[in-house]
């Protein structure tokens, strides 16, 4: 049995080093010579991440714990994660299912850590990121999540675990640029949560938009969990703390805490954290909104 620490609310989880052991033995089994599985990246609530080698070049191969589709399903809606291409959206590249019924997903591999890496070591130092990168970080989010849901496909888990740098982040430099993960993966598995009046919902309580505790996904829903993203990036602490219970009542509820924001980017923040979906704005307009503040091309 696979053992792991780490924060459901958030996300975050971290496999021991033997279970990552094992783990690896079993996928050199299931993906044969093909694939050569180097290190251990990260692992959420229904997947583990790892970085290996194709004959084309390097990849990322995340493989499932549980899936509660039927294989058919499954893949038909895999298939249309491969439909997406976006400069900042991570590309599928390969499905596999193993003899031993293990699922693969094959994908580009980007070697600069996660923004939630970054996060961790800045709130360490005590400094958060500069108002230009904010604005450069929801830039290229805000257009990734304009392509994926012009196709149909909401993200339902978006956190800084699953936006991945191109590049290590150098100090005093520009943050590289960044590509989202996960597109549309968490409603295809049943992932390992915790039991209680919350059991069943696909994401992280710390980034769900309000409707989605009560098992309503829309594309606004994403535009929330941006706004919760681009808080934590600009103040460099989440607008609600809390058990998973707390966590909902207060994105259902309480007013975030738009006081900590920059001001100059409250009145582009403060609307995606609105609690009716249909109160918050337009991707277009929030996207020209934005483009104004940050007229450089991205």
């Not at 996960?182 to 696909?202: I, K």
């Not at 900590?260 to 020209?288: F, G, H, T, V």
Request: charged share 20%; glycine share 8%.
């Amino acid at each position: 049995m696979s053992t792991s620490t780490g924060s459901w609310i958030t996300g975050e989880v971290r496999l021991l080093p033997a279970d990552q052991r094992n783990l690896r033995e079993q996928m050199a089994a299931d993906l044969g010579t093909r694939y050569t599985v180097r290190e251990f990246v990260g692992q959420g609530a229904f997947a583990s991440v790892w970085h290996a080698d194709d004959p084309e070049g390097p990849i990322a191969i995340k493989r499932f714990h549980a899936v509660s589709m039927k294989p058919r399903a499954f893949y038909r809606e895999l298939n249309v994660l491969l439909r997406l291409k976006h400069p900042h959206i991570v590309r599928a590249v390969n499905l596999l299912e193993a003899d031993s019924g293990a699922r693969y997903l094959m994908m580009e591999y980007c070697p600069g850590g996660t923004l939630r890496l970054l996060l961790s070591r800045s709130r360490r130092a005590r400094v958060t990121l500069e108002v230009r990168e904010v604005l450069r970080l929801g830039r290229q989010l805000g257009s990734a999540l304009q392509a994926a849901h012009s196709l149909g496909i909401v993200h339902r888990d978006l956190k800084p675990e699953n936006i991945l740098f191109t590049a290590t982040p150098q100090p005093g430099r520009p943050l590289p640029p960044v590509k989202l993960a996960d597109f549309g993966l968490a409603r295809l598995t049943t992932g390992n949560r915790p039991g209680g009046a919350l059991v069943g919902l696909s994401g992280s309580p710390a980034y769900m938009a309000p409707e989605m505790f009560m098992s309503n996904y829309v594309p606004a829903s994403d535009w929330y969990s941006l706004g919760v993203v681009l808080f934590e990036a600009a103040t460099g602490q989440l607008p609600f703390l809390g058990t998973a219970e707390e966590l909902a009542r207060s994105h259902l509820r309480e007013r975030p805490p738009l006081d900590a924001l920059p001001p100059q980017l409250n009145d582009l923040i403060s609307p995606l954290l609105r609690k009716e979906p249909a109160e918050r704005p337009s991707p277009a307009e929030w996207l020209d909104q934005l483009r104004t503040l940050l007229p450089e091309p991205v």
